[in-house]
């Protein structure tokens, strides 16, 4: 008993005497609510045959906290509001970053960190000057001002971005403008091409990591590195972002890291569950790599996950049955829009020639369709009627914010979410909860139903 005792209170001594904080990873996985979440656990689950989840990183750390997201504007958060409240703490109309409501500057809590003489690392899956990163170093009143977000990107200092490249490298209304990628390196950027590159350039005294190709042509804007389900080998993965910002930033002793998982939201404006389900388990893999780090730093380390907003209004249950069929999301070996490109692609080829036996091999081949997942006669009524409307030239395009959705890949992806039984209710955010989760110095203080502005007061308090 006694022995237990002193082992007791061994524990709480050890549970109570955290260090200094040192080390700060923010992680925001853009779009991706509660359901997002739990449809990646229960999608595993079915996969092993069973009902229930298999939990990820994120939703085994101890602490959890839900957060509302509503922007000063609208109920309905864009990410340029959500990133500056979650940047700032501050409250801002849709499409500004990094200004208040009346186009005041706000300071995010890499710039006031950073001033304070912490090495600061932001990365993200998609551009490196989209709104999520760009809430913690830019200052507009409207986020598509890209060249401008980017030009201040230089300015910061900071010591290591990633992601892809530059969504508008160039000045569009300027054409003697300095390119971004020549400004970065007249700033002391060091860029690194893919992730071999950068093990090489761990020693730069300011580090950017890019895709590859973002090394051959300067001028061509950068959107985003692929999506998880459509990854081949060499594509540079939020993974290995986060290893090779974690090894460089390391030696520096401490520092603030923001982690975005960007595409969870690409994937629920193209209501594209498959997809999304991949984008949630590849941000939590990242997730996995840092809390490595905080198992050998835990006194000194504290972890903050949570999202943006919710994108899509995912639902998991559709058309009144009490079925829940994720695991016929196994069959779908490619994103909507690679399979938007792949249409395109055969009817570039064939024109009204295109048979809709072609049509019917790649569903087969990339959805699974007929020999894993039956097509009722409904559904293949519709994609046939998609696939006339394609070679007659009168198919109808769908315009989601990030993705072109043809009429044909539409209805496919459509029948691929009813027969997995996930709905969608926009094609744009909504204003549901998001999850907040930490591990750290300082966790507990994440508990609870709060405000997104609170989340960064909440971190700064550990200072
Ligand atoms: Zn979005």
């Known amino acids: 008993m006694k022995k237990?005792?002193?082992?007791?209170?061994?524990?709480?001594?050890?549970?109570?005497?955290?260090?200094?904080?040192k080390y700060v990873f923010y992680m925001i996985g853009d779009g991706m609510g509660s359901n997002e979440v739990l449809a990646a656990e229960m999608y595993q689950a079915e996969l092993q045959g069973r009902i229930g989840r298999v939990p990820l990183t994120m939703t085994s750390f101890p602490v959890f906290g839900m957060a509302t997201?509503?922007?000063?504007?609208?109920?309905?958060?864009?990410?340029?509001?959500?990133?500056?409240?979650?940047?700032?703490?501050?409250?801002?109309?849709?499409?500004?970053?990094?200004?208040?409501?009346?186009?005041?500057?706000?300071?995010?809590?890499?710039?006031?960190?950073?001033?304070?003489?912490?090495?600061?690392?932001?990365?993200?899956?998609?551009?490196?000057?989209?709104a999520t990163p760009g809430a913690f170093y830019a200052h507009v009143d409207n986020r598509s001002r890209y060249y401008e977000i980017g030009t201040q990107l230089a300015a910061t200092g900071y010591e290591f971005f990633g992601g892809a490249g530059?969504?508008?490298?160039?000045?569009?209304?300027?054409?003697?403008?300095?390119?971004?990628?020549?400004?970065?390196?007249?700033?002391?950027?060091?860029f690194a091409h893919g992730y071999?590159?950068?093990?090489?350039?761990?020693?730069?005294?300011?580090?950017?990591?890019?895709?590859?190709e973002d090394g051959i042509d300067k001028q061509q804007p950068s959107e985003s590195i692929p999506y998880a389900i459509d990854r081949k080998g060499g594509d540079l993965t939020l993974s290995q972002i986060v290893e090779t910002a974690i090894s460089y930033m390391a030696p520096k002793g401490k520092f603030f890291m923001m982690i975005e998982g960007g595409k969870i939201d690409y994937a629920g404006h193209s209501r594209d569950a498959a997809t999304n389900i991949q984008e949630v388990l590849d941000f939590d893999q990242a997730i996995q790599i840092v809390y490595q780090f905080y198992l050998a730093?835990?006194?000194?380390?504290l972890i903050v996950v949570t999202a943006d907003h919710e994108t899509g209004g995912m639902a998991l249950g559709h058309g009144g049955k009490y079925i829940l069929n994720l695991q016929a999301l196994q069959h779908q070996q490619i994103s909507s829009w690679e399979l938007n490109t792949q249409i395109a692609d055969l009817y570039k080829q064939y024109g009204r020639r295109l048979k809709w036996e072609q049509v019917h091999a790649l569903l087969q081949e990339q959805l699974g369709f007929?020999?894993?997942?039956?097509?009722?006669?409904?559904?293949?009524?519709?994609?046939?009627?998609?696939?006339?409307?394609?070679?007659?030239?009168?198919?109808?395009?769908?315009?989601?914010?990030?993705?072109?959705?043809?009429?044909?890949?539409?209805?496919?992806?459509?029948?691929?979410?009813?027969?997995?039984?996930?709905?969608?209710?926009?094609?744009?955010?909504?204003?549901?909860?998001?999850?907040?989760?930490?591990?750290?110095?300082?966790?507990?203080?994440?508990?609870?139903?709060?405000?997104?502005?609170?989340?960064?007061?909440?971190?700064?308090?550990?200072?």
Request: proline letters at 1%; one cysteine or more.
């Open 4 to 21: 237990l005792i002193l082992f007791l209170s061994a524990i709480s001594i050890a549970l109570s005497s955290y260090g200094e904080l």
């Open 69 to 130: 997201t509503y922007s000063a504007s609208n109920g309905i958060t864009d990410s340029a509001a959500a990133g500056t409240a979650l940047a700032t703490g501050k409250k801002t109309n849709n499409g500004c970053l990094g200004v208040d409501k009346d186009s005041i500057s706000v300071t995010s809590i890499a710039e006031d960190w950073h001033l304070k003489g912490w090495p600061v690392a932001i990365m993200t899956s998609v551009a490196i000057d989209h």
């Open 166 to 190: 530059f969504h508008k490298p160039t000045n569009q209304k300027d054409s003697n403008a300095v390119n971004l990628y020549d400004l970065c390196e007249q700033s002391g950027y060091t």
């Open 196 to 212: 071999a590159d950068a093990q090489n350039k761990l020693g730069a005294e300011k580090l950017i990591l890019v895709q590859a």
């Open 297 to 301: 730093h835990a006194d000194e380390t």
């Open 370 to 463: 007929y020999s894993h997942i039956e097509i009722n006669a409904k559904n293949e009524a519709r994609l046939y009627s998609a696939y006339k409307h394609l070679i007659r030239g009168k198919q109808k395009t769908e315009k989601t914010l990030y993705n072109d959705i043809s009429e044909l890949g539409g209805e496919a992806i459509h029948i691929m979410n009813k027969i997995a039984r996930v709905g969608w209710t926009s094609s744009g955010h909504t204003a549901a909860n998001v999850p907040v989760f930490a591990i750290g110095v300082g966790a507990e203080r994440f508990t609870g139903w709060y405000d997104n502005t609170e989340i960064v007061e909440k971190i700064k308090a550990g200072l």
